[in-house]
C-alpha cells in the first residue's frame, strides 16, 4: 500500500506526460482538427484586436503551445527519478500554465467545449490535466517546488556574501 501511495504523483505526471504527448502529433504536423481549433481561436483574437496571436507564426501558435507541452512532459517524467522530484514540480508547473489557457479558452471564447465534436473529450482531458498539474504543484510535490523556485531564485539573485 505504501508503494502505491509513493507512486502517486509518478502516476499523475505519467498520466499528465501522456495526454501532452498525445497531442503532439496532432500539433506538430498541421493537422485539420488543430486548424480548426487554432483557426477559430485566431478569428477570435482579431475580433478584439489580436490579429495573427493564434496563427501559425502568433504568439500562441500550436507550436509554441506544442513546444511547451513537449518541455513539460520531459520535466514530468524525468521528475519520477527521486532525485529530480523538483523538475517533476517545475513540469506541473508548466503543465498548469498551459492547461489554465486551455481551459479559460475552451470556456470564455468561441472555442466551446466540443470544438472536434468528441463529446468534450479534449476539454475533459485539459481539465484533468489541471487539476493533476494543481494537485503535483501545491499538494504532492509542494516541497520540491518550493526548493526549485528557491534553486532558481539562488542563479539570478545570488545572497550577498
Not at 500500500?1 to 509513493?6: G, P
Not at 482538427?33 to 484586436?49: A, E, M, N, P, V
Not at 481551459?103 to 473529450?121: Q, S
Amino acid at each position: 500500500m505504501k508503494f502505491v501511495i509513493r507512486n502517486i504523483p509518478n502516476a499523475m505526471a505519467i498520466f499528465m506526460a501522456v495526454i501532452f504527448i498525445d497531442s503532439l502529433f496532432f500539433k506538430f504536423t498541421d493537422h485539420p482538427k488543430t486548424q480548426q481549433i487554432f483557426g477559430l481561436l485566431d478569428q477570435w483574437g482579431t475580433s478584439i484586436g489580436a490579429p495573427g496571436l493564434f496563427g501559425h507564426t502568433g504568439l500562441f501558435s500550436q507550436y509554441v503551445i506544442g513546444s511547451i507541452e513537449v518541455l513539460a512532459s520531459t520535466l514530468l517524467l524525468v521528475g519520477i527519478i527521486p532525485r529530480f522530484h523538483h523538475v517533476q514540480a517545475l513540469g506541473a508547473l508548466a503543465g498548469v500554465l498551459v492547461m489554465l489557457g486551455a481551459v479559460n479558452f475552451h470556456l470564455f471564447t468561441p472555442l466551446g467545449v466540443d470544438p472536434n465534436h468528441d463529446g468534450g473529450g479534449l476539454f475533459m482531458a485539459a481539465c484533468t490535466n489541471l487539476v493533476f498539474g494543481l494537485a503535483l504543484l501545491f499538494g504532492l510535490r509542494r516541497k520540491e517546488f518550493v526548493l526549485a523556485v528557491t534553486r532558481f531564485v539562488h542563479i539570478f539573485a545570488p545572497a550577498p556574501e
